[in-house]
């Protein structure tokens, strides 16, 4: 027998989301390929870059950061960050 809340004007919570078999794996498979782009560590940066190393990387997204930015920590690995330094040189590529 389903408990109801004490409170009759509060609904009882949603069912979980389901998740798809294979969803997991999908995620997982989605990652950026660093090994194509390393060659731009070192290069001046432009946003013409952008287009190009996430086409190269098949990042699904692409963040710029600059030194000072502020940057959620969530992992995705289809993202390809841009590190860049004060001069807008490309410092570091990273996926996540």
């Known amino acids: ?16 989301p389901t998740v798809a078999p294979g969803a997991a ?29 996430q086409s190269e990387s098949s990042a699904r997204q692409v963040r710029v950061l600059r030194p000072g930015d502020a940057a959620t920590m969530d992992h995705r690995p289809d993202r ?3 590190h860049l330094d004060e001069q807008e040189v490309i410092e570091e590529l990273r996926c996540g």
């Open 1 to 16: 027998m389903p408990i109801s809340p004490a409170n009759d004007d509060v609904d009882a919570a949603p069912p979980p």
């Open 25 to 53: 794996n999908d995620e997982q498979s989605a990652t950026c390929d660093l090994a194509a782009i390393q060659y731009a560590v070192g290069e001046s940066f432009d946003e013409a870059k952008v287009t190009q190393l």
């Open 80 to 82: 390809l960050n841009i």
